[in-house]
């Protein structure tokens, strides 16, 4: 019981965080107005802009910024104890995280649907706004190859979760083609649409593929290679055609299966099954670094991740239709991410220990199953490790009411591989973005184009991920950097808000100004951390990118101090 008594505790305080703190920082901090005109609105071409109920743009941003992160950071994080993970996840996401991503949503509603990295140039000036560039660009190329590799390793791990991923493609474009061609209203095409998923779901465990090798790949470089064209496809289609739709009942997917997850978490908690077997803290584990900082940097999207400013300032933007949805779609969006990842933090720390297979065949539960899986750093840190405890331990749980076992295991495995397939659609079409913002600033209008540019961010993410080999596996080589530079973009996000609420006038800007010194002060402290492990290592790869993430940090940093305290100097053509 006690794992429930959290689970609902974290759900209570995230409903009262909502309405105090999130709806103070709207009206008070923020003073949302539908009185401005939204970007959605004001350059409305049916593309990219396009004005979206909030219900709508609310999936398709939760399910964005959602993507693998909220599970495989906790699913690490734990190893330090449930207690301290959970705390980060819990009051990281109120106070820090959500008020990151509205804040970066509402800024860039309120500067032409801009992108944080345009933003930071008008608030400071041209110099940070050409390393804000640069941090996005290297943070949205690891996120391409990454998500790739993810859908990739998924698809290996669980067969019996491609056929519905795949589906749910022809799904959404026909929820899409519904709505906004034919006018069927959104909550019976909704129920059509999910019914159709779920039925793909049971084909599913019937009908497993494993992806052959082909052309001298082995089955993840297939899999890469078709993600990639995929991603390519997908973010040069308007918005309403696949990217909002698919979103969208993904986002309903995700709302069953944590309301699933919390069913059986309830319903295995009274029948005693379910009880945290995880120590409560373990400062120390085997082979893992301080937990400061590494916790803050480890469990990312969960509390508060960069690469939520980039989506808020990015593709949401640009789809809300009035100023007040931003509440809803930006900071809800974030608590509601939070609420899932203390669900990982259940499942990793209660759910696996009521049933464990190991290799060789035997059942663990209890504190040996939690022990076998984070016996050490190395042994729980991998992407496969990560995925598993979650998907185990969800399983467990979502068996207790009735579901069997090997299809909640199918239900998760979709799950997984769909928000990490939504993340690449997503994370594609933005680095387009960023790559047609600098064709105009350096005044090259021949990446310019939807087409060239959306072509040089699957390519550049290809070459970082066959970059090791036929595998797709390359960006593993840049994924120790990712926790870190993720985070420095979310501290250097805050410092943008902090500058634009300082000239407002007030004390309003200390609302993010605090949660900016905070995650400036962690990042910095990790990044030169693992600056001194890659010396060690003689890895000069990483070492030169982490030396550049490190000087983009401290220039942003000082030059956005130094705006607020004395002013700052717009870009020229900003």
């Known amino acids: 019981m006690d794992a429930v008594l959290i689970m609902i505790a974290v759900f209570i305080g995230y409903i009262a965080a909502y309405n105090l703190y999130g709806k103070f920082i709207g009206s008070k901090i923020f003073k949302l107005t539908n009185d401005n005109i939204t970007p959605a609105k004001e350059f409305e071409d ?49 106070i820090m995280g959500a008020v990151h991503d509205f804040g970066a949503l509402v800024l860039s509603l309120r500067n032409q649907g801009k992108s944080i990295s345009d933003i930071a140039g008008k608030y400071i000036n041209r110099r940070t706004q050409t390393v804000f560039f640069i941090i996005v660009f290297l943070e949205l190329l690891i996120l391409v190859a990454i998500f790739g590799m993810i859908i990739a390793i998924i698809f290996h791990m669980f067969p019996q979760s491609v056929l519905p991923v795949w589906c749910e493609i022809p799904i959404a474009i026909a929820l899409g083609y519904a709505i906004y061609k034919k006018g069927v209203g959104v909550v019976k095409a909704t129920v059509i649409a999910v019914f159709l998923m779920y039925v ?51 986002a309903w997917q995700l709302f069953i299966a944590m309301g699933l997850i919390v069913f059986g978490a309830i319903a295995s908690g009274f029948t005693g099954e379910l009880h945290i077997v995880a120590p409560a803290i373990q400062a120390t584990p085997q082979g893992a670094p301080s937990m400061w900082p590494f916790l803050f940097i480890t469990i990312a999207c969960g509390a508060i991740s960069g690469f939520h400013a980039v989506v808020s300032s990015g593709t949401s933007a640009k789809q809300v239709a009035r100023e007040e949805d931003a509440l809803a779609v930006g900071y809800g969006s974030m608590i509601t991410e939070g609420f899932l990842a203390s669900l990982v933090i259940v499942a990793t720390a209660a759910g696996i220990g009521m049933a464990y297979q190991v290799k060789d065949g035997a059942l663990l539960t209890g504190t040996a199953a939690w022990t076998h899986h984070y016996a050490s750093w190395a042994a729980s840190a991998g992407l496969g490790s990560k995925v598993s405890a979650f998907v185990i331990g969800a399983a467990n749980m979502i068996a207790s009411v009735g579901v069997p076992r090997e299809i909640a295991i199918v239900i998760m495995g979709v799950f997984v591989a769909s928000f990490a397939g939504t993340s690449l659609d997503t994370a594609t079409r933005l680095q387009r973005y960023i790559v047609q913002e600098i064709g105009i600033r350096i005044h090259a209008k021949g990446i310019t184009g939807k087409y060239i540019a959306t072509l040089i961010a699957v390519i550049s993410a ?81 070492t030169s990118i982490n030396a550049i993430v490190i000087v983009i940090a401290i220039i942003v940093a000082f030059e956005g101090f130094r705006a607020l305290l004395f002013g700052g100097e717009a870009a020229a053509d900003a």
């Open 200 to 250: 793909t779901v049971v084909m599913g465990h019937y009908l497993p593929y494993d992806m052959p090798a082909m052309w001298g790949l082995p089955a993840t470089g297939v899999w890469s290679f078709f993600l990639f064209i995929y991603a390519f496809i997908a973010s040069t289609l308007a918005v309403t055609t696949l990217l909002q739709p698919r979103d969208y009942i993904n």
């Open 46 to 94: 049916g593309m990219d802009y396009v004005p979206t109920k909030r219900g709508v743009i609310f999936g398709h941003h939760f399910t964005s910024i959602a993507g693998t992160g909220p599970i495989v950071g906790p699913a690490i994080g734990v190893i330090w104890g449930w207690v301290p993970a959970l705390i980060w996840i819990f009051l990281g996401s109120i």
């Open 462 to 542: 290809m070459i970082v991920a066959y970059s090791t080999g036929a595998d797709g596996k390359g960006a593993l080589k840049l994924w120790p950097l990712f926790g870190a530079v993720n985070q420095t973009l979310a501290a250097l996000a805050l410092i943008v808000m902090t500058i634009y609420l300082k000239k407002k006038g007030g004390i309003k800007y200390m609302f993010t100004l605090l949660p900016a010194l905070f995650m400036i002060i962690m990042t910095v402290w990790a990044l030169f951390i693992n600056q001194g492990n890659y010396l060690k290592a003689d890895n000069m790869m990483l």
